[in-house]
């Protein structure tokens, strides 16, 4: 079962930013960035947990919206980051992103070449091709959402994701919460998820591994190979038969393919 | 109260199948598939001819408002319909209700343009300063969501201090940053054109009308029913602040459709009023649900409110929508005879406390005649009986300061 064991972590940084971070294993840091469907932990993180001490923050902004007023972009949002990982004496992590965490982990990356052990990109977000453009996710109607994010919307673990209580008291709560996260995500991607970042990525040193699903409807394969094409040192593992939740859709392949490459004790 | 003749300026064809082939009337009607300039050319002569005609029969005002990529209305810019009016007429306030703030860069062109307005008209403009609607401003102008209503505040400051401050000054601002801020010219009216706010149920519009004592007007196509747990709100806001209940504080959009008797206006607006509500509302609720358009706390109350409340609300069934559950049930509708239209808009005046009714009169699918008939029966024979309504306790401290109340004409020009 995922979750035993998680530690949940909070603290107010130097800027009056707030962090929440949930950390549970041991072994090498590893910071787990979450995408716009929000921070929760799953059995992917459990499986990283088994050889990392893994981190997972929830992006700032993603329930307290007024903090996003002190976050003009990603600049501000990879100064955020690196004053969490002092405030956590977390060094030269391996920073795993999924989505939009994936390109806060690659604009962290290109800041702070040295910072950073080991980068694993999840179908990340960042780039932009006109020929194959990124799905705009809030823009689409709301029952097309599960079949654009994951090859098998009907799969338990992804109908999970977008549940709603069975207490309709509570129903509300969880609508704001959620909005509320996607706001803090488009807060830095609206209306086009293309900071230029292409133009840093030859910064991105540390070994780098691009993980896709080959089905990916939001963040189309393509852009595995226009990471790879920028990044000096990236490798890609193409996971046949899985969406944009590669995780989700194809678990022990994700797994697989991130204990390959990063080895016990990295 | 104030009878204000308002003009939406949309499309006036859209096909039979519209709302079935296309997901959404805002955003994403193709252009190539559905608007033709030439039918444009039409609409826009006719849109220009009526609000001249309304004020040549005697209403207070005449406005329109800015909306883009919108088949019920595309008016983007407004000041351009309200420079031709300026001119056109003599009399009445020219409502730009308004320009949306956020989507000027810099803010200064909506101050440099409204105090054109105001000069040309000699100080009848009326500067309305929405925020917007998440369609427009975050959809059609890509304004990122949570900047919104920062843009706003920000351009809402630099054009009053633009209006009102000794030139030039520099405005250091987050989005924009100006050396020399001297405006060629300032507006007419002293110290600036009456600014009216504009919304679909924010709480912040609310406070930020209380606190800047602006008039609100809450637009919506949902009639007074749905409008009242909106309109009571900004009422007690009203209160929460210390200021006192002027119904010319708040302003109320309303569809009006008038014929010799009940049952002439049902069988000449009943096609117009479901086109309206089928074609024109059909706007795709992914694009009006904008994660951080609306504030947190806006959004809490509203869930808690069940959401079921906001300018974009349809009926459940078009087709089998009836004239007595537009008028009577629903009240999304006022029409009828010149009786039943004077005594809704009492009620309504009295329920939600308005003193700015924002007429429209030009629904839809109707054409220019009917437009007309329509626009010229109310004025007529309604207007002379609801226009002085408040006048003898309240005093209208948001109108422009150069329009004068117009002569009722007794008889319409070329009736």
Not at chain 2, 26 to 51: A, F
Not at chain 2, 142 to 148: A, D, E, L, R, S
Not at chain 2, 383 to 400: A, L, S, T
């Amino acid at each position: 079962m995922s979750g035993l064991n998680v530690d949940e972590r909070h603290c107010e940084l130097p800027s009056g930013l707030k962090a929440d971070v949930l950390v549970k294993g041991e072994g090498p840091p590893l910071v787990f960035l979450h995408g716009h469907m929000g921070r929760r932990w799953d059995v992917f993180l459990d499986d990283l947990a088994q050889n990392h001490t893994v981190y997972a923050p929830r992006h700032p902004g993603a329930t307290d919206p007024d903090e996003l007023m002190k976050l003009d972009g990603f600049s501000d949002l990879v100064l955020y980051y690196d004053d969490l990982f002092q405030a956590f004496e977390i060094e030269q992590p391996i920073l795993v992103g999924h989505s939009f965490g994936g390109m806060v982990a690659a604009e962290f990356a290109a800041t702070y070449p040295q910072g950073v052990s080991a980068l694993v990109l999840i179908a990340s977000l960042g780039l932009w091709l006109d020929d194959q453009p990124v799905t705009d996710i809030t823009g689409i109607a709301s029952q097309q959402v599960p079949s654009t994010l994951s090859t098998n919307p009907d799969a338990e673990n992804v109908r999970e994701l977008f549940s709603l209580p069975a207490d309709p008291a509570k129903i509300g709560d969880v609508v704001v919460e959620r909005m509320s996260c996607l706001a803090s995500v488009s807060h830095f991607v609206w209306p086009i998820p293309d900071r230029e970042l292409v133009r840093r990525l030859y910064r991105v040193t540390p070994p780098t591994l691009l993980v896709w699903g080959s089905e990916d409807r939001f963040v189309p394969l393509a852009y595995a190979a226009e990471f790879a094409k920028g990044l000096p040192n990236a490798r890609t593992s193409r996971v046949d038969g899985a969406g944009h939740f590669v995780q989700l859709d194809r678990l022990e392949e994700v797994t697989a393919a991130v204990n390959e490459f990063l080895p016990v004790g990295v | 109260m104030k009878m204000i003749w308002f003009h939406l300026q949309g499309y006036r064809e859209l096909p039979p199948d519209f709302e079935d082939r296309y997901e959404s009337v805002w955003v994403s009607p193709p252009t190539d598939e559905l608007c033709r300039p030439e039918k444009v050319h039409q609409y826009l002569n006719w849109n220009l001819d009526e609000l001249d005609y309304a004020a040549k029969l005697g209403y207070d005002g005449v406005g329109t408002n800015e909306h883009h990529q919108n088949g019920y209305g595309f008016p983007c810019s407004p000041n351009q319909t309200a420079y031709y009016l300026a001119k056109s007429t003599t009399d009445q306030a020219i409502v730009i209700l308004g320009n949306t703030l956020p989507l000027y860069n810099p803010p200064l062109r909506a101050a440099e343009e409204l105090a054109f307005v105001d000069c040309l008209s000699n100080g009848r403009c009326v500067a309305g300063m929405p925020v917007g609607s998440p369609m427009d401003v975050a959809h059609c102008y890509g304004i990122t969501p949570t900047q919104t209503r920062p843009r706003y505040y920000e351009a809402h400051d630099l054009i009053k201090q633009a209006w009102t401050r000794e030139g030039p000054f520099h405005f250091n601002g987050k989005y924009t940053k100006l050396r020399n801020v001297n405006l060629w010219p300032k507006p007419i009216q002293d110290p600036h054109p009456p600014i009216w706010l504009a919304g679909g149920g924010s709480l912040e519009t609310w406070d930020f009308a209380a606190e800047q004592d602006y008039t609100y007007s809450f637009l919506s196509f949902g009639g007074r029913t749905a409008a009242k747990p909106m309109m009571d709100g900004f009422w007690e806001t009203v209160a929460k602040h210390g200021k006192d209940a002027n119904p010319y504080r708040g302003g109320f959009a309303q569809i009006v459709m008038v014929g010799e008797t009940d049952a002439e206006a049902e069988k000449l607006y009943l096609e117009h009023a479901r086109y309206f509500y089928k074609k024109s509302l059909h706007v795709a609720p992914h694009y009006a649900a904008v994660p951080g358009y609306m504030t947190k706390k806006s959004l809490e109350a509203n869930v808690k409110k069940g959401a079921g409340v906001n300018a974009f609300s349809t009926p459940a069934d078009f087709d089998g929508m009836k004239w007595s559950d537009l008028v009577d049930r629903e009240k999304r509708v006022i029409g009828g005879s010149p009786a039943t239209v004077i005594d809704h808009i009492k009620e309504l005046a009295e329920d939600l406390r308005v003193g700015h009714l924002i007429l429209i009169m030009q629904l839809g699918s109707m054409d220019h005649e009917l437009t007309k008939y329509n626009t010229r029966l109310f004025a007529e024979k309604v207007m002379p009986h609801v226009r002085d309504i408040w006048d003898d306790q309240w005093e209208d401290h948001w109108w422009p300061s150069g329009a004068r109340k117009p002569e009722l004409p007794g008889v319409a020009p070329g009736a």
